[in-house]
């Protein structure tokens, strides 16, 4: 019986509908592009990769322009938020962009200032320790008779620090012409501040002017697509603006949260790297599930080139904190803000890993949160109609029970 109201109710929305010469016009162009796409598709990907490159400095601008709004609608909302004065009015919009530019670098110049000193400290310690560590390797291969003696004489002939010295030589120097691979290397950081400093030229102008760009697409949404399409359409931006804003607030609370705790506890235990550590236990917690314990791990690499001992107890402490990160500070922090199921969260992370990288696990967990949201508006929609609709036949039907019974 429902699903004969649905049907008829389909048949009468499309009985009568008579396509016209325009809607078949732009069928017929559309599969005309598609099939020449197909064809040629090799130069169909040069010319998509090159406007994709060449619309790299906005697509930058776009990304650097979101998480500075963040920042800029929190200043904005104790920005004088009252008064009325002209002046505070004209000078909200720039004076609270200015702080947030300020702000997000001074968080990046934070976290470079903690971690990159200590990092090439760690890095001379280990290239120090690796022919220690070899002739270590060397003295139980030959305690256990692992190898044969030609072998461990060959082994203990090697000079680990010249081989060394040489791989970090080529590393640096690079293989082939000098004078190339200096005109090259130019190019690429040239090319790359050039490509900074548009986007952060890009970003600055669609936040100064947010409100004007909003309106003219919405403007633009109103006009060309019909108000069915315009009113979904708006819904899924919704949607997907509050699932990253969310995402994006609450990982960041999360990371800043569980670097201080961890920085202070290897304060406490006395552990080497701490401000290093801490700080890179929080970075890479902006990355779900996955990304604090890839933190812990360089962590416990960098502990053991100092102490084993330290390791190990550097490892009881980051178990302890991820437990109660995840039960107590995840919770109470981010919750169920982004509506995901922890599954979902999982599969996305994995998903997003698999297909982009880093950057599918960041973007992962918050289109998946999006995606779930709108399918589960939509079946909750469908379920609600489908329940309206039992309603209404039951009521018809007690009403034709009366009627006959008052007939009788």
Request: glycine fraction near 8%; proline fraction near 4%; hydrophobic fraction near 50%.
């Amino acid at each position: 019986m429902k699903r004969d109201n649905i049907s008829e109710k389909f048949k009468r929305k499309w009985r009568g509908v008579k396509p016209g010469w325009r809607s078949c016009a732009m069928v017929g162009i559309s599969a005309f592009i598609l099939y020449l796409s197909i064809i040629y598709w090799p130069i169909a990907a040069k010319v998509l990769f090159g406007l994709l490159s060449a619309a790299t400095p906005i697509l930058v601008g776009c990304v650097i322009a979101y998480p500075l709004n963040i920042l800029m609608s929190f200043y904005e909302r104790i920005w004088f938020p009252k008064s009325a004065k002209k002046v505070v009015i004209k000078s909200r919009r720039p004076v609270c962009l200015s702080l947030a530019i300020v702000t997000l670098l001074a968080i990046v110049a934070l976290v470079i200032g903690l971690v990159l000193p200590q990092f090439i400290e760690c890095i001379k310690l280990i290239i120090n320790y690796i022919p220690v560590a070899m002739t270590k390797v060397v003295t139980f291969l030959e305690h256990y008779h692992i190898l044969t003696d030609k072998a461990l004489e060959y082994i203990k002939t090697i000079d680990w620090k010249s081989w060394i010295s040489k791989g970090i030589s080529m590393l640096t120097s690079g293989i082939g012409d000098v004078v190339e691979v200096v005109f090259v290397t130019i190019s690429s950081v040239f090319s790359g501040v050039v490509t900074a400093v548009l986007s952060i030229i890009f970003s600055v102008y669609v936040l100064i002017g947010k409100d004007k760009l909003g309106n003219q697409l919405d403007r633009a949404m109103k006009h060309y697509i019909t108000d069915k399409w315009y009113k979904r359409t708006k819904s899924v931006i919704t949607i997907l603006d509050d699932c990253f804003h969310k995402y994006i607030v609450g990982q960041c609370v999360e990371a800043v949260i569980l670097g201080v705790f961890c920085t202070l506890g290897m304060l406490a235990l006395r552990l080497p790297y701490a401000p290093m550590i801490g700080a890179l236990i929080a970075l890479t917690a902006l990355v779900p599930i996955a990304g604090a314990y890839i933190g812990a791990g360089v962590g416990a690499f960098l502990i053991l080139m100092v102490s084993p001992v330290k390791a190990l107890i550097f490892i009881i402490f980051i178990i302890i904190l991820q437990q109660l990160e995840g039960n107590i500070i995840y919770p109470k922090v981010v919750g169920t803000s982004i509506g995901l199921p922890a599954i979902w969260v999982l599969a996305a992370v994995t998903v997003g890993g698999g297909v982009l990288g880093v950057g599918g696990m960041l973007l992962g967990v918050p289109l998946a949160a999006a995606l779930y949201r709108i399918i589960r508006n939509d079946i909750n929609k469908g379920e609600a109609y489908l329940k309206k609709s039992a309603k209404g036949d039951n009521e018809n039907a007690d009403q034709g029970v009366v009627a006959d019974e008052s007939s009788k």
